[in-house]
């Protein structure tokens, strides 16, 4: 299984930062911040939905390689906007947030060995989740918010 048009999900995950920071660079706060319709998150937030995803993904990777069969916490993405209030969150600061958590991640991921990609943790909600198949999710879901992300920008550089 591949991520969308084949991409190799190391490689995708390895671009997303540039990607975003040349995506977001000259948008100011309120680019940030708006809402592309009611209900859907702003830039800002999905920058700090990134960061924190990252956070929760290195936690699972770690837990996984270390105790195969690992219990895996679900999360409300929701909860967590509304609860660490993602709209007024520095975007800048996401951003730092995600780069490096996203470098340290890449970099444990080239240091372990293949056979422990195929270590996997019990997902409470999906199920058996190896960490090839998280690596694969994740570069999915970064070319799922670079798409949305892009999606917002168009109109705001008119």
Same mark, same amino acid.
């Given at each position: 299984?591949?991520?969308?048009?084949?991409?190799?999900?190391?490689?995708?995950?390895?671009?997303?930062?540039?990607?975003?920071?040349?995506?977001? !660079?000259?948008?100011?706060?309120?680019?940030?911040?708006?809402?592309?319709?009611? !209900?859907? *998150? &702003?830039?800002?937030?999905?920058?700090?939905?990134?960061?924190?995803?990252?956070?929760?993904?290195? *936690?699972?990777?770690?837990?996984?390689?270390?105790?195969?069969?690992?219990?895996?916490?679900?999360?409300?993405?929701?909860?967590?906007?509304?609860?660490?209030?993602?709209?007024?969150?520095?975007?800048?600061?996401?951003?730092?947030?995600?780069?490096?958590?996203?470098?340290?991640?890449?970099?444990?991921?080239? &240091?372990?060995?293949?056979?422990?990609?195929?270590?996997? !943790?019990?997902?409470?909600?999906?199920?058996?989740?190896?960490?090839?198949?998280?690596?694969?999710?994740?570069?999915?879901?970064?070319?799922?918010?670079?798409?949305?992300?892009?999606?917002?920008?168009?109109? &705001?550089?008119?």
């Amino acid at each position: 299984m591949h991520t969308p048009n084949n991409q190799e999900p190391l490689r995708v995950q390895q671009a997303t930062p540039k990607k975003l920071s040349t995506l977001i !660079g000259k948008l100011n706060k309120k680019q940030l911040t708006k809402r592309p319709a009611p !209900g859907k *998150w &702003s830039i800002a937030e999905i920058l700090a939905h990134l960061a924190d995803t990252e956070l929760v993904g290195g *936690w699972r990777m770690r837990m996984i390689l270390s105790q195969n069969g690992t219990p895996i916490q679900a999360f409300d993405q929701d909860m967590w906007a509304n609860t660490f209030n993602y709209l007024q969150r520095d975007s800048k600061s996401s951003m730092e947030t995600f780069r490096a958590l996203r470098e340290n991640n890449l970099a444990l991921l080239k &240091s372990v060995p293949k056979n422990l990609w195929e270590n996997y !943790g019990m997902h409470q909600e999906r199920g058996k989740e190896s960490i090839a198949h998280i690596v694969r999710m994740f570069a999915g879901h970064d070319l799922n918010h670079l798409q949305q992300i892009e999606k917002i920008v168009k109109p &705001s550089r008119r």
